[in-house]
């Protein structure tokens, strides 16, 4: 009896690699493009306050953490802070912010929402600011009234990853109206995120690279970013921030997680159900932590802290101004995960 030996090829092995060789050049030639957009700002020389409330930041947790969130955030408010941040959502993410004590009739909002897909991450986010009540003069001093001045943005964020190198896209559209006079204008975020390991983590965030609305530039922001993780539940980042034409100034930060329920499984003798049925709470407050947070945004002082429980978290931050004119900020937000 003749034993025929047959042999089978398969292309499979090649049709893989070649489409690993792919998403490699790929991955690589957007973060060069990002990199390049990146490098213009710095030569831009056309300073002005056109869309201020961009600078104030979102989410509660970040803000007090000195507004250092280039390379810390990983929730859906990396859509602001950097949008390669968003590639590590695990859920679909509804973020909401308010600043609850502001003077001079201002008011400053934000929500946002965002999921991870297979082909990247995506987010929708509104940022918004107004003015109320402010009074109204002609050429010659005369009162003209009360009007209102109400700005916002809406941006879309597209992030997703190579290996240990993240990236992201944010176009917005801007809209200003004044007096009922509409004005809108166009502009662009870019970030990079890389995991050196598993406990440092770089970013680099420009944020209006390109920017303006009607005839009025919006000023540019370039920020490198840290975050260290050297203990569980510790955080502590920093920022150096560079805006258009300002000198550099460094945002630093720190927070800390504790858990504040004790699982009621350990060192019992009680049935499951038992435990269920008299200890309700108890299981929910194991799977519960609170944060403790502080930093300095350009030595501007805030601190605050935050309660997450599995699927829900819920920040406060208290931010001195430093102004005889405004007031402090206290800023109050929710993160809920589906």
Sequence with gaps: MKTINIKITSNHKNINKSSFVFQKWIGISIAFILVVLMVPVILIADNNHTAAYTNLGVGARTIAMGNAGTATTTDVTSAYWNPAGLISLK???????????????RSYQYAAIGQNYGFGAIALTWVGATVGDIEGYDEADNPTGYFDNSEYNIGFSYANRYKMLSFGITPKLYVSSIDNDMKSGIGLDLGLKYDINQYVVAGLMAR?????????????????????FPFSGITISADVVKKQ????????????WASIGKDTEANSKLSVVEIKEKTTWQDVLKDTQTGLRLGFNNGVFACGTGLRFRNLQLDYTYKLNNSEIFSDDHYLSLLVRF
């Design 91 to 105: 859920d679909l993410e509804l973020a909401c912010l308010y600043n609850i004590k502001m003077s001079l009739d």
């Design 208 to 228: 209006d690279i390109v920017g303006s609305i009607d005839d009025d530039n919006i000023p540019y922001q370039v920020s490198f970013g840290l975050a260290t």
């Design 245 to 256: 034409d300002t000198d550099a100034y460094l945002n630093f930060g720190t927070e800390y």
